[in-house]
C-alpha cells in the first residue's frame, strides 16, 4: 500500500505525478529561456535532481556538503547532460527516495543533514528529510 509521503514523492498527490509532468516533454522546450522566469525547465529539474541526490546521500549517512553558494545547486556550463539522461537520473532517484518512504522502520531514524557555511549541522529525521523533499520538488 502506498503511503502519503511516497504519493507526495512519486504519485498523485499534492501535484502531478512527476513522471507524468515530464512524459512528452522534449529538449527543445525543456532548454527554452521563458521571459520573466529566471531559469529554464532544464535548470529547474537538475536543480531538483541535484537535491534529491544531496537528501539521499543524508538519509544514507553521507554528509554530502551544503553548496557553500545557491549557484552550485543548478547547472554549469560544463555540466552537459542530455535531457532525456537527467529526466532518467531524477526519476530513478524519485524511485531510491520513494522505496526510503515505505520503509517504516527508516523513517524515524535520526540524520545529519549539513546546512549552509556557518549554521550547525541540523538532526532531522528521515521521514522529515523526505517531507522536505516532496515539497521542494512540488
Known sequence: MVNELE???VGDSAAAAPAHILDGLE???AHRAIEGAPHTIYQELWHIAFWQQV???WVNG???PFPVHASAGFPQE?????WHQLCQRFLRDNQRAAAVARDQRK???SIRCPSRPGVPVRIMTVRE???SLAAHNA
Open 7 to 9: 504519493r507526495a514523492l
Open 27 to 29: 529538449s527543445e522546450v
Open 55 to 57: 537528501t539521499m546521500d
Open 62 to 64: 553521507i554528509e554530502t
Open 78 to 82: 560544463n555540466d552537459a547532460e542530455h
Open 107 to 109: 523513517l524515524d531514524q
Open 129 to 131: 528529510q523526505l517531507e
